[in-house]
């Protein structure tokens, strides 16, 4: 059943690109359809000529998309604008919000029953836009829309391995909350293999994975954000939900959606995919009083960046 068919908004972009290289070299797509609002003809044209079975179609601007998402599984979508030094994911808000909406307006009406896997930022804003957008539109199925989160989790992964010398390929590292500063919750008690810090050393570990993004926009010095790493999460994120589409038992992967596991309506924990999204929510977990102190520290800024997304949504025309 290898034959999902993939549509990338925001395809020519800083993650777009990397995303779509990814997406062409995995046996599990069979269409890639690829949408921005410049150069998709070129960056179609130039993946089309790599030896994988994936047909490659781009598509450019407004009046193709219709088209572009025509018959799609998948949809993600990371168009919008990167973050430069000095600026908050917060700071994109007005611009992507406006970009999401319209986007997810035309996966509404062109694949209603696609997955739609958001990466633009502020995810913790653009996937209430996304569920708002869609139950305007008639259509709304939270097991189906998914805030991409998948670089907290690797960037855990990858620093827990640094410091305890392991392989990052078998460590694992749940993270929950949300997608931003002190929102992004790494549950190191709950890694696999298990790992001790102490106090101190974990402290550090923990505001390093949620300041990951900010060391890599002032590493880039004004040229972007974090793309490749995006690009590799994203990627990683899609195959696992098309892995469980096709079948395949026990994919599990934490994502930002619609939630009753904490007092915030949408909350990242691990989650059960399976042939229709969301097979189950295996919430949080035991979780340690520093962790807990976490989660709750996390809500307010939470519950404002949804409540932004809403009233965006509600709004827009």
Known sequence: QNNAKVAVLGASGGIGQPLSLLLKNSPLVSRLSLYDIAHTPGVAADLSHIETRATVKGFLGPE??????????VVVIPAGVPRKPGMTRDDLFNTNA??????????AKHCPEAMICVISNPVNSTIPITSEVFKKHGVYNPNRIFGVTTLDIVRANTFVAELKGL???RVSVPVIGGHAG??????ISQCTPKVDFP???????????????????????GAGSATLSMAYAGARFVFSLVDAMNGKEGVIECSFVRSEETESPYFST??????????????????????????????SELKASIKKGEDFAKNFK
């Open 64 to 73: 193709q998309l219709p088209e572009c998402l025509k018959g799609c599984d």
């Open 98 to 107: 406006s970009i999401v909406a319209t986007l997810t307006s035309a996966c």
């Open 182 to 187: 002190k929102t992004i919750i790494p549950l």
């Open 270 to 299: 691990p989650l059960l995919l399976g042939k229709n999204g969301i097979e189950k929510n295996l919430g949080i977990g035991k979780i340690t009083p520093f962790e807990e102190k976490m989660v709750a520290e996390a809500m």
């Open 199 to 221: 106090q101190d050393q974990l402290e550090k570990l923990t505001g390093r994975i949620q300041e990951a993004g900010t060391e890599v926009v002032k590493a880039k010095a």
């Open 167 to 169: 392989d990052p390929a």
